[in-house]
């Protein structure tokens, strides 16, 4: 009885044994893109390398350390707005009808162009006409009358608004009050033109605080030649508060920030290794780096977080170049941007 009860124990315990093989055959094995194994060792992180081929499918690029000009910004939030004095309203001075419009809305017109004509309501046959002309060149804003409307003097006729400059209506809180000067350079940004830099300079800083938000007015005046800016258009300010014409930089791609640190992986031959730094001043392409890296170094601009992740188990590459993997880590730190 006891022989047959080990017997079926046997059998019991090789049906396991098959069915966990099974289950270990049928599961997929990664695979790194573009072929060659990553090593993955139990040991120290270290350096992680890489194959051409695995540096191209992570689409991985460098930048250098160098010596850049940067400057110190203050980052505000505001609107672009039209400048008062140079906004106008046309009327005439008699009453009459609309008999002939010359422009519409949007168009762009010259000082002393024919707007409209106005038939007096006077005694002639015909009445007389009196043409009415823009005061300024700029953009029709507004077109308030009709052909045929009746209007009397002071009628709001039209709103031209020249814009070849106009103001950024941005806020600056409290705390930031003491650094903002007049005559301070300013660099503007918007949604619209993403990639287009507009300059300006701090024209007025307001005299009195908000209660409610504790922020101050700054005005900012930029020019306009091409009538991009248009009124109530976001637009984010970088106020230069200071300058440094020869600052250690890399670009702000290359830097990974984790667990309260700051890092980037800098290219030794076939190898790339994680160098901890130190930044100072920054804008919104470069940081300036205090420590932990030298000119000429080569770090990682795109890819970075892809060999942080390799960094992390400790990977590098194998001489095969079977169509195998790793598996990453279930529980890589979250990244701050």
């Known amino acids: 009885m006891t022989e047959l009860r080990a017997f079926?124990?046997?059998?019991?315990?090789?049906?396991?044994?098959?069915?966990?093989?099974?289950?270990?055959?049928?599961?997929?094995?990664?695979?790194?893109?573009?072929?060659?194994?990553?090593?993955?060792?139990?040991?120290?992180?270290?350096?992680?390398?890489?194959?051409?081929?695995?540096?191209?499918?992570i689409g991985l690029t460098l930048g250098i350390a160098d010596l850049r000009p940067l400057a110190d910004l203050l980052v505000l939030n505001g609107e672009i707005q039209l400048l008062a004095d140079r906004q106008a309203q046309v009327s005439t001075r008699i009453s009459g009808q609309v008999s002939?419009?010359?422009?519409?809305?949007?168009?762009?017109?010259?000082?002393?162009?024919?707007?409209a004509r106005i038939q007096a309501r006077l005694v002639g046959d015909p009445p007389p006409s009196v043409d009415v002309s823009s005061p300024k060149s700029g953009i029709v804003d507004a077109v308030n009358i009709a052909v045929?409307?009746?209007?009397?003097?002071?009628?709001?006729?039209?709103e031209i608004s020249d814009r070849s400059q106009v103001n950024m209506v941005a806020r600056v809180y409290e705390e930031d009050l003491g650094k903002v000067r007049l005559g301070q350079d300013v660099r503007i940004r918007t949604l619209s033109y993403p990639d287009k830099v507009f300059k300006g300079k701090v024209s007025l800083i307001g005299p009195a605080l908000d209660a409610a938000s504790r922020t101050a007015v700054v005005w900012i005046r930029?020019?306009?030649?091409d009538g991009l800016l248009k009124p109530n258009l976001f637009a984010k300010a970088a106020v230069v508060l200071k300058q440094n014409a020869a600052a250690f930089t890399i670009s702000n791609a290359a830097i990974i920030?984790?667990?309260?640190?700051?890092?980037?992986?800098?290219?030794?031959?076939?190898?790339?290794?994680?160098?901890?730094?130190?930044?100072?001043?920054?804008?919104?392409?470069?940081?300036?780096?205090?420590?932990?890296?030298?000119?000429g170094d080569a770090v990682v601009t795109q890819g970075n977080r892809e060999l942080y992740t390799l960094w992390l188990?400790?990977?590098?590459?194998?001489?095969?170049?079977?169509?195998?993997?790793?598996?990453?880590?279930?529980?890589?730190?979250?990244?701050?941007?």
């Open 8 to 57: 079926y124990r046997l059998r019991i315990l090789g049906a396991a044994v098959a069915v966990a093989l099974s289950l270990m055959a049928a599961m997929p094995t990664p695979v790194f893109a573009h072929g060659d194994e990553i090593e993955v060792g139990d040991s120290a992180k270290g350096p992680v390398s890489l194959t051409p081929a695995q540096a191209k499918a």
């Open 148 to 158: 045929g409307q009746s209007i009397e003097p002071a009628t709001a006729l039209f």
């Open 100 to 115: 002939a419009l010359y422009v519409q809305l949007g168009d762009r017109v010259q000082a002393g162009q024919r707007l």
């Open 257 to 295: 920030e984790a667990n309260g640190e700051k890092f980037v992986f800098v290219k030794q031959g076939e190898q790339f290794d994680r160098v901890d730094i130190t930044t100072g001043l920054a804008d919104d392409e470069f940081s300036e780096v205090t420590d932990g890296l030298v000119p």
């Open 222 to 225: 930029l020019a306009n030649p």
């Open 313 to 337: 188990t400790g990977g590098g590459k194998k001489k095969t170049a079977a169509a195998k993997g790793t598996e990453s880590s279930d529980k890589t730190p979250q990244l701050k941007k």
